[in-house]
C-alpha cells in the first residue's frame, strides 16, 4: 500500500521535481515517525485485539531467522561434499 501510494504521488511529476519530494522522506525523524507510526498501527491490528497472529509473525519470523543463519554453514558443506565426490 505505501508504495502503491508513493507512486501515486511521483506519478505527476517531472524528473526534476522528484529530489524535492523525495528528500524529506529521507530524514531521521521521518523515518523514526513512520516507524513510530507502523508499530502503532500493528498494536492496534493485532496486540489489542488478543489475536495469536503476533505469535504466528515470531513462530515464522523465528524459522526464516534461524535458515538464513543456517544457510551459508549448509552451503559450505554442500560445496565440500561435491568437491570430494569429484575427487573420488
Partial sequence: ???RRFYSE?????VT??????KP???FNYIKNSIKKGLDNYGEKYIETDSLTPLYHVLYGGM???????????RRHL???EHAESHH
Fill in 1 to 3: 500500500m505505501a508504495m
Fill in 25 to 27: 522522506m529521507l530524514s
Fill in 10 to 14: 511521483i506519478k505527476g511529476k517531472k
Fill in 64 to 74: 526464516a531467522f534461524s535458515y538464513l543463519v543456517a544457510l551459508p554453514n549448509e
Fill in 79 to 81: 560445496a565440500h561434499k
Fill in 17 to 22: 521535481e522528484l529530489p524535492e519530494h523525495v
